[in-house]
């Protein structure tokens, strides 16, 4: 009877957890398409800074200029990130050899190819859209954004 009760207690925890670091999240655009599809919901989980940092491939919701987005983080603080025509560099290293696979192909980079290399400031990551023809703004058209402006991982 004891051992039921611890665990109750423990799935009783789990879900206040839950709740009190994840919500509910909505999200519009296909910017991010296919990883995470326009009209779906998702969860915004809002603990992760306190268990470890942002890392490369990490799908965050962020404001920049009082909207919200959602895209990839790429590149974290004190790394080089390079987009040329067809190639997303990071620290001299192919996106794509990252194990971070999107459809580059295509993607007519105009304005937002980035030839020279940009030192990503500290506490600050580099996010990209992952439907990259569809040419919505990140970090190509705002630069890095900072750590605090991040609400969370999209689950």
Same mark, same amino acid.
């Given at each position: 009877m004891k051992k039921n009760k611890i665990i109750a207690l423990y799935i009783v925890s789990l879900v206040v957890a839950a709740i009190a670091f994840a919500r509910p999240y909505p999200v519009s655009g296909d910017c991010m398409e296919p990883a995470i599809?326009? @009209?779906h919901l998702y969860f915004?989980?809002?603990?992760t800074p306190y268990l470890r940092q942002y890392q490369i491939g990490d799908i965050v919701a962020f404001t920049h200029? @009082?909207?919200a987005w959602v895209s990839r983080i790429v590149a974290s603080e004190d790394q080089t990130?390079?987009?040329t025509e067809g190639s997303i560099v990071i620290n001299g290293t192919a996106l794509d050899d990252m194990g971070i696979h999107r459809n580059w192909s295509g993607w007519n980079h105009g304005i937002h190819a980035i030839d020279k290399p940009i030192k990503i400031p500290t506490?600050?990551?580099f996010v990209l859209s992952d439907n990259l023809p569809a040419k919505h703004d990140d970090s190509r058209v705002f630069g890095p954004i900072p750590n605090s402006?991040?609400?969370g991982l999209i689950w």
């Amino acid at each position: 009877m004891k051992k039921n009760k611890i665990i109750a207690l423990y799935i009783v925890s789990l879900v206040v957890a839950a709740i009190a670091f994840a919500r509910p999240y909505p999200v519009s655009g296909d910017c991010m398409e296919p990883a995470i599809m326009d @009209g779906h919901l998702y969860f915004l989980n809002k603990i992760t800074p306190y268990l470890r940092q942002y890392q490369i491939g990490d799908i965050v919701a962020f404001t920049h200029e @009082g909207k919200a987005w959602v895209s990839r983080i790429v590149a974290s603080e004190d790394q080089t990130i390079q987009i040329t025509e067809g190639s997303i560099v990071i620290n001299g290293t192919a996106l794509d050899d990252m194990g971070i696979h999107r459809n580059w192909s295509g993607w007519n980079h105009g304005i937002h190819a980035i030839d020279k290399p940009i030192k990503i400031p500290t506490n600050h990551v580099f996010v990209l859209s992952d439907n990259l023809p569809a040419k919505h703004d990140d970090s190509r058209v705002f630069g890095p954004i900072p750590n605090s402006s991040i609400l969370g991982l999209i689950w």
